[in-house]
């Protein structure tokens, strides 16, 4: 059984610019989340995908999108983005109609 | 508006000490509770988890939690601590459906040797 992984591991980018961040689910979930974490707080719900549609979402602004493929990898798109982005971003994969979520390792975005 | 309370931001306690780490939260409706750790170095993975019946769940080494209803609380408590259980750890509410996971802020818990 494959776990929740993440790419990059590490990225840099300056004020502005826009990130793609990629995410893999574990092997038969069908239901990912995004979650930001910044420095010294829990994770906050960004946004959840079931199915290749937004089931939902958290607090953030358009900027924040994402994208689940029918082989339910996903992605998280960030356009104009501010310092404030800085922050470990999680993906996390779960079953339909659970919320008992696995996690992956984090991509760790600097905002120049 | 939901949220989830963590007590404690940081602990010190040395080993073979009991732990308890207090969860308050605010969520409408039917919840599913959850503790997650993240050991240094490592990701988020699940402690323990309560969705229905015996508010006293046991999870992963040694581990467990009692739900209160009626003061909104999942509190964590592990009899006796090894310095191996130094981690962050975060509780967390979600809706029976499955959506919009709320995380407290963590706990850092260092055990001393």
């Known amino acids: 059984e494959t776990g929740v992984t993440q790419s990059p591991t590490h990225l840099i980018k300056t004020r502005g610019q826009q990130v793609t961040l990629r995410c893999s689910s574990q092997?038969?979930?069908?239901?990912v989340s995004w979650y930001q974490q910044a420095l010294g707080q829990g994770p906050q719900f960004i946004f959840q995908?079931?199915?290749?549609?937004?089931?939902g979402r958290g607090n953030f602004p358009p900027r924040f999108s994402g994208l689940q493929f029918p082989n339910y990898s996903s992605e998280l798109n960030v356009n104009a983005l501010e310092l404030d982005d800085s922050a470990l971003y999680l993906c996390?994969?779960?079953?339909?109609?659970?919320?008992?979520?696995?996690f992956g390792p984090g991509t760790r975005l600097t905002v120049l | 508006a939901q949220s989830v309370s963590q007590h404690n931001h940081h602990v010190i306690l040395s080993e073979a000490a009991s732990l308890e780490l207090g969860c308050n939260y605010s969520?409408?409706?039917?919840?599913?509770l959850f503790w997650y750790v993240q050991y240094p170095g490592q990701h988020l993975q699940l402690l323990l988890k309560?969705?229905?019946?015996?508010?006293l769940v046991k999870g992963i080494k040694g581990f467990e939690a009692e739900f209160i209803k009626s003061k909104f609380s999942f509190n964590l408590r592990k009899p006796s601590v090894q310095w191996s259980d130094t981690a962050e750890y975060f509780c967390?509410?979600?809706?029976?459906?499955?959506?919009?996971?709320?995380f407290g802020a963590g706990t850092r818990l260092f055990v001393k040797a």
């Open positions: 996390a994969s779960s079953l339909e109609g659970t919320n008992e979520q696995f």
């Open positions: 092997s038969g979930h069908n239901t």
């Open positions: 995908y079931y199915r290749e549609e937004e089931n």
């Open positions: 969520y409408g409706g039917t919840v599913n």
């Open positions: 309560y969705f229905s019946g015996d508010p």
């Open positions: 967390a509410v979600g809706n029976t459906g499955g959506f919009k996971t709320i």
